[in-house]
């Protein structure tokens, strides 16, 4: 049981560089989120998506594109990367997303930008 | 936005003994959901607990329990029995009944980092 699958764990990138955060899942969960949690912070949705060719933002989508081309499948985009960027980034999904249905995360990737 | 405050940064507790979390959130909601999770060092975020809010009785899930008080818009964790392996950061979610298909996304409290002395 995979579940929630993000790559890379770690990235140092340089400012102005661009790069794609990976995120698979192989629960057939429709929806799926982008977090960002910065030190002493809770999490804040970047982006989510409740399914496959539909993607919405959330509460911090400066900075960031995402696509759903496939159910699986929820690529984190950041272009021109900022210092302000530097943070742990979680994917989620779940089947439903209402009720007391939990949201399942992935391992987290921390990347810096220096 | 819904808030979620979480007051303790840190905490701490012996092992084996009893140690309460708290959680307290700002909503004109009725009906909503909340969670309790757990990220441990490794980073990953694990469901803990959670509670529905149009039931009266607290969840319970093993050594975990809650006690909700909707009036007071309350919502807190208590960890019996404390073990090596609960230390942790522990975050407090919100969720809306909300819409199916339009996200309802959870909204997180800053977290409670919980120690356990041997």
């Known amino acids: 049981n995979a579940g929630v699958t993000q790559t890379p764990k770690f990235h140092i990138l340089k400012i102005g560089q661009s790069m794609t955060l990976q995120c698979t899942q192989d629960m057939n969960h429709n929806y799926m989120y982008w977090y960002r949690q910065d030190p002493g912070m809770g999490l804040k949705l970047i982006y989510y998506s409740v399914g496959a060719g539909i993607t919405d933002k959330g509460e911090v989508p400066n900075g960031y594109n995402v696509s759903r081309s496939t159910t699986e499948d929820f690529p984190l985009r950041l272009e021109l990367a900022a210092p302000s960027q530097t943070s742990v980034y979680f994917c989620a999904s779940s089947y439903f997303d209402r009720g007391n249905q939990p949201q399942h995360f992935g391992d987290g990737t921390r990347l810096s930008i220096l | ?118």
């Open chain 2, 1 to 118: 936005a819904q808030t979620v405050t979480q007051s303790q940064p840190e905490m701490s507790v012996q092992e084996a003994e009893t140690v309460t979390l708290s959680c307290t959130y700002d909503t004109s909601e009725s009906d909503y959901y909340l969670f309790w999770y757990k990220q441990p060092p490794s980073r990953q975020m694990i469901l803990v607990i959670r509670q529905e809010a149009y039931k009266q009785q607290n969840a319970t899930e093993n050594r975990f329990s809650v006690n909700f008080q909707k009036a007071a818009k309350s919502f807190s964790l208590k960890i019996s029995d404390s073990q090596l392996g609960d230390a942790a950061m522990y975050f407090c979610a919100y969720r809306s009944e909300g819409t199916e298909g339009t996200g309802n996304q959870f909204y997180f409290g800053t977290g409670t980092s919980l120690t356990v002395i041997p």
